[in-house]
């Protein structure tokens, strides 16, 4: 009866936790898309303040817009002030042709005010092989990472022969397998010798295998070896969940890094980077100017002005 009043308690917990947990995830969640803590504010503010007990009027209104504005940033990722300014950039984007969505995600990259792709933020062809690279590992790390969080066993290495061994961490008859270069070795309880050399190490003399099968018999025959390998399992399941976390959110910033790149293409094939416009009719007190691009960010200009060419001073 304990052991079911325990289990009915930790479920009971588990059930009333996760939601608290879940939803503060999604709050902090939401207040970082926003850039502000509005989201947070305005749903504690309901609990106590109706909306029906705000009466029509600026302050209404007021309310309104802020909310609008910060739902249009919690969406599209594109941060203003004030709602004049998100209708203005909306009847902007309209007018030619240009997806919200992409101007967020392109993020700094993407002039609003020139409403062009800025020079010298176009994405090399060369970055992206190291981006999908960087993908691949980062996800290939989370899964093994992830897997380990959750196994039954102990990850152990025998410095002597440079073994790496997963060690089965329960009571009962011992089993342990190889990975990496030992991936083909396997061993089981039942090998052990019987006594008396039982629980001694023998010294390694080349043998790889069978000094691995002492070390392990060592542990397995002794009490107070497995117990520690037994307690050593929490241990590797937290210090295995912080990788994969780590190796998670490398995954989700190359994902972003990657998102980023095609939607700045993207814009560059609707809103070309905008560069100084060079007249071919200089006039008067302008200047005339001739711009020589060299690859994508660098520009050297040359010229002098038309008012100073025909006022220059005699001699």
């Not at 504005?69 to 941060?79: L, N």
């Not at 992206?128 to 990850?155: N, P, R, W």
């Not at 392990?216 to 937290?238: G, N, V």
Request: aromatic share 6%.
């Amino acid at each position: 009866m304990g052991t079911v009043a325990s289990w009915n308690e930790i479920a009971t917990l588990a059930s009333a936790t996760v939601p608290i947990v879940g939803i503060s995830l999604v709050s902090l969640y939401l207040c970082y898309k926003s850039g502000t803590l509005h989201p947070l504010r305005n749903r504690l503010t309901r609990l106590f303040i109706g909306r029906e007990d705000i009466e029509p009027g600026p302050i209404r209104n007021s309310l309104s817009d802020r909310s609008a504005v910060v739902s249009f940033a919690m969406i599209y990722g594109i941060h203003l002030d004030t709602a004049s300014e998100v209708k203005a950039l909306i009847a902007k984007a309209e007018s030619r042709d240009i997806p919200l969505h992409l101007i967020g995600i392109a993020g700094s990259a993407f002039d609003r005010s020139e409403f062009a792709v800025k020079p010298g933020r176009s994405p090399r062809r060369g970055v992206d092989g190291m981006i999908c690279m960087g993908l691949l590992v980062s996800y290939l790390a989370t899964a093994c990472f992830l897997a380990g969080t959750f196994a039954d066993d102990i990850l152990i290495r025998v410095r002597a022969t440079n073994t790496v061994l997963w060690v089965a961490a329960k009571e009962g008859e011992g089993a342990a397998r190889g990975i990496l270069r030992g991936r083909n070795m396997a061993f089981s309880q039942a090998e052990c010798e019987k006594p008396p050399n039982t629980g001694a190490i023998e010294p390694f003399v080349g043998n790889e295998p069978r000094y691995n099968l002492s070390v392990l018999c060592a542990i397995w025959t002794s009490p107070s070896e497995r117990k520690e390998l037994i307690d050593a399992l929490p241990q590797q399941r937290t210090a295995f969940g912080a990788v994969a976390l780590l190796c998670l959110m490398a995954l989700v910033g190359f994902l972003q890094a990657l998102t980023r790149r095609n939607a700045i293409r993207k814009l560059e094939r609707r809103a070309p980077a905008h560069s100084s416009p060079v007249s071919a009719t200089p006039r008067s007190g302008q200047s005339r100017r001739l711009v020589l691009r060299i690859g994508k960010s660098i520009y050297l200009s040359y010229g002098t002005t038309e008012a100073n060419f025909y006022h220059r001073p005699k001699h």
